[in-house]
């Protein structure tokens, strides 16, 4: 299995050969995502938009969940594979592909059923609620194949092959802007047209990963089997948990936020919500690619025994999230209005969205460090400190002091939006101390392996 060059090539030079095709696929997919909105806010208008952030919640935890299975799944199997231990590492594999199935096949069957309570939830007027429910009753049935997609991706990326995740997912962004064109624009077909573009692009991005990998298993002598072995689940779930929390907090997040907007301003809280929240995900794509690349490094690594190459990826890693993350941050200050004028033309709206968006945004290149340290611990196997950094920054902090801001200080729509910076700046703290800690504990484990290697050389001498 081939990833030696984890334990042996440069650090910088990973990271940028690592990092550059995982920031290429998730901006990709992120303007995947975008489109729905995009379309369906110039054909269908306000209300649209307004549905499609009303079902974000909920389709970010199914694509949580499959993350989860995923990146436990890659990191545990990176460490198996640092510790040449192969067997292991293909248990891991198949353990992991199995789950996907487990998991994501009930899932759909459990939102069909209670679909109409899911969007209920939220508090939206009537128009938005039907157009909402219309529009989770279609991408649903894309789910499994979303799931094995990003299970794939991860696999290969573990495999030293970046390729793949980038195809697929430009395959399935292309796909889902022509028939998002065809079907919003040309058929007038409207959020449902939106959310059968999106089911349909997600097929076409499993065909051609699934094609590659199976072309791929021969040479690395892996192949996937639905066969869950048991002791592998709690691994793979403890280690990916973090990265559940990540993808799954910004949807029970954004459902909390809907629903403060909506009791302040109304639906049109929901639209400057949907729109600003599109364009915020783009800053963190540098962070998380990065942070991703890291990863299958880390772990081989920690596998391999190599305490002062994991120092240095873990500062080169931040180093260059950081540099990246305010390059972007000074850009969307500067063109905030051009970002939001994609979605809408509504001038009032758009004042308003540019207004809220400059302020969320204010302390975001600190969110470098926070986001890296999850990554980071996650890669090492600190389970608990990756998932309690993880829940800090949206859950244990800015739900609360929105909640407080919005309720207890009343101040409105400006309360969601100054959560933002004070918890960025409050969870960024903490993670820093974190890493400093972490950095001390590596140092040790530098001196301790110099000083066993002098010893060695003096028992050789004599």
């Known amino acids: 299995m081939s990833s030696k060059e984890f334990g042996e090539e440069k650090i910088s030079k990973l990271l940028i050969k690592f990092s550059i095709p995982v920031i290429i696929s998730m901006l990709v997919n992120e303007l995947y995502n975008m489109v729905d909105t995009f379309f369906v806010g110039r054909v269908v208008g306000g209300d649209g938009i307004a549905a499609i952030i009303a079902v974000f919640p909920f389709q970010r935890i199914i694509v949580a969940l499959s993350v989860m299975i995923a990146v436990g799944s890659m990191t545990s199997f990176s460490r198996h594979n640092g510790e040449r231990d192969y067997k292991k590492a293909k248990e891991v594999l198949n353990t992991g592909f199995s789950m996907i199935f487990a998991v994501m096949i009930p899932l759909v069957l459990l939102v069909l059923i209670f679909k109409q309570n899911i969007i209920g939830i939220i508090g939206a007027g009537e128009a938005v609620e039907a157009l909402a429910s219309t529009y989770l009753g279609i991408i649903i049935f894309g789910v499994v194949f979303l799931g094995l997609t990003v299970y794939i991706s991860h696999t290969m990326i573990a495999l030293g092959n970046t390729k793949v995740s980038i195809v697929s997912t430009s395959l399935g962004a292309i796909t889902n802007v022509i028939l998002d064109y065809i079907l919003v624009v040309g058929y007038d077909f409207g959020v449902a047209g939106a959310a059968l573009a999106t089911t349909v692009s997600q097929i076409v991005g499993f065909i051609y990963a699934f094609y590659k990998f199976q072309e791929m298993k021969k040479a690395n002598g892996i192949s996937f089997r639905f066969n869950i072995n048991s002791k592998y689940i709690f691994p793979i779930l403890l280690v990916g948990i973090s990265s559940f929390v990540i993808e799954a907090e910004d949807g029970i997040l954004m459902g909390n936020l ?46 391999a025994n190599k305490p002062r190459r994991l120092k240095k990826l873990m500062t080169r890693t931040i180093i260059f999230s950081f540099i990246a993350s305010t390059a972007l941050w000074i850009l969307s200050l500067i063109f905030a209005p051009n970002m939001i004028k994609l979605f809408i033309e509504d001038e009032r709206i758009i004042k308003d ?110």
């Open 258 to 303: 809907s629903s403060l907007l909506t009791s302040a301003i109304g639906d049109e809280g929901l639209v400057i919500l949907g729109i600003v929240s599109k364009v915020y995900m783009f800053l963190f794509i540098p962070i998380f690619g990065i942070a991703q690349a890291m990863q299958p490094i880390a772990a081989y690594n920690l596998g």
């Open 353 to 462: 969205a540019a207004f809220a968006f400059r302020i969320m945004i204010s302390a975001f290149p600190l969110l470098s460090v926070y986001y890296v340290s999850i990554f980071y611990f996650q890669a090492m196997g600190k389970a608990k400190t990756s998932l309690a950094t993880a829940i800090l920054r949206q859950l244990v902090i800015m739900l609360p002091i929105s909640i407080l801001l919005v309720k207890g200080l009343n101040l409105g729509s400006l309360g969601v939006w100054l959560a933002y910076p004070i918890s960025d700046f409050l969870s960024s703290l903490a993670a820093f101390m974190l890493i400093r800690n972490e950095g001390i504990e590596l140092n040790i484990q530098i001196s301790s392996q110099k000083q066993n290697v002098e010893e060695m050389a003096l028992i050789t001498r004599e």
